[in-house]
């Protein structure tokens, strides 16, 4: 029997309970693209697949001990980032893949600026839009929705001179994603660092209905293809029609927010 060796992904995120969002969500759309995740989970969420009513942050020196336990032994080549529940855990995690990119300069880290749920509820135990600060520092993509863009920017006066702005205080591409955008088709804009006047856009068919943890799918996507080996340009195509596949096939679990269905299943019923 031949062993197949797969390519890794370290993930920092929060769990939710609903397997919707979270890490539940990064190990599905990771695992799809070919590779395999590294769950080190950040937070512990009380949540359900449409509101969250309280998170849990796991202590900084466990999430340390388990990262570094991991890359001591595995080879990691991209690492996935999202909600960490406060800016101690942001720090000591920057600080931590900082330490990995003097090893590995070609470390890929995908920051999914999470800052609240779909549904506007607080994601952080302490300033959202000042926690996570020091991963924006250490990120090589950055994948904000229109609204975290806006509180990541409050000052610009537009989408061009928010991505500017952000742009100056990181050194990171942008993934902009138009989920929240009200035209009939979604517009997703890569800004690469330093050209953020020329960008390439995608267009997608706008679906109906709210889905949950749709930027994990995405962020976590685009994190599996890079690690098997794709450009940048392939990775960030082939993440957005998975996603957009995903989501056309989406299930309910409850009323409200539908699952994006990253592994494709047979046996789903539907309702009569």
């Given at each position: 029997?031949?062993?197949t060796?797969?390519?890794?992904?370290?993930v920092f995120?929060g769990?939710?309970?609903?397997?919707g969002?979270?890490?539940?969500a990064?190990?599905?759309?990771?695992?799809?693209?070919?590779?395999?995740?590294?769950?080190?989970i950040?937070?512990?969420?009380?949540?359900?697949n449409?509101?969250?009513?309280?998170v849990?942050?796991?202590?900084?020196?466990?999430?340390l001990q388990q990262?570094m336990?991991?890359?001591?032994?595995i080879?990691?080549?991209?690492?996935?980032?999202?909600i960490?529940?406060?800016?101690?855990?942001?720090t000591?995690?920057?600080?931590?893949?900082?330490?990995?990119?003097?090893?590995?300069?070609?470390?890929?880290?995908?920051?999914?600026?999470?800052?609240?749920?779909?549904h506007?509820?607080?994601l952080s135990?302490d300033?959202?839009?000042?926690a996570i600060?020091p991963?924006?520092?250490?990120?090589?993509?950055?994948?904000?929705?229109l609204?975290e863009?806006?509180?990541?920017s409050p000052?610009?006066?537009d989408m061009?001179?928010?991505?500017?702005?952000?742009?100056?205080?990181?050194e990171?591409?942008?993934l902009l994603k138009?989920?929240?955008?009200?035209e009939?088709q979604?517009?997703?804009?890569?800004?690469?660092?330093?050209?953020?006047?020329?960008?390439?856009?995608?267009?997608?068919?706008r679906l109906?209905?709210?889905?949950?943890?749709?930027?994990?799918?995405?962020?976590?996507?685009?994190?599996?293809?890079?690690?098997?080996?794709?450009?940048?340009?392939?990775?960030?195509?082939?993440?957005?029609s998975?996603?957009?596949q995903s989501?056309?096939?989406a299930?309910a679990?409850?009323?409200?927010?539908?699952?994006?269905?990253?592994?494709?299943v047979?046996?789903?019923?539907?309702?009569?």
């Amino acid at each position: 029997m031949k062993t197949t060796t797969r390519p890794c992904v370290l993930v920092f995120a929060g769990h939710d309970p609903s397997g919707g969002a979270g890490i539940q969500a990064d190990i599905e759309a990771i695992a799809a693209q070919g590779a395999h995740a590294l769950p080190v989970i950040t937070a512990l969420t009380v949540q359900d697949n449409d509101h969250v009513y309280a998170v849990h942050a796991v202590d900084v020196q466990i999430i340390l001990q388990q990262a570094m336990t991991l890359i001591a032994r595995i080879p990691v080549s991209v690492v996935k980032l999202g909600i960490v529940a406060h800016k101690k855990n942001a720090t000591a995690i920057a600080n931590f893949i900082q330490k990995m990119k003097q090893q590995h300069p070609d470390l890929q880290v995908i920051v999914d600026p999470v800052l609240g749920s779909g549904h506007g509820d607080s994601l952080s135990l302490d300033d959202a839009v000042e926690a996570i600060q020091p991963l924006l520092k250490v990120a090589t993509l950055i994948t904000p929705n229109l609204p975290e863009l806006k509180r990541l920017s409050p000052l610009a006066a537009d989408m061009r001179a928010q991505v500017e702005n952000l742009m100056q205080a990181c050194e990171a591409d942008i993934l902009l994603k138009g989920g929240h955008a009200t035209e009939v088709q979604v517009k997703n804009i890569w800004f690469q660092h330093g050209q953020w006047q020329t960008a390439k856009e995608w267009l997608w068919p706008r679906l109906p209905g709210e889905f949950h943890g749709s930027g994990c799918t995405l962020a976590s996507a685009i994190a599996g293809q890079l690690a098997t080996g794709a450009g940048l340009p392939e990775a960030l195509q082939k993440a957005q029609s998975y996603t957009q596949q995903s989501l056309q096939h989406a299930y309910a679990i409850a009323a409200g927010q539908l699952i994006p269905a990253r592994q494709s299943v047979s046996n789903t019923r539907k309702k009569s």
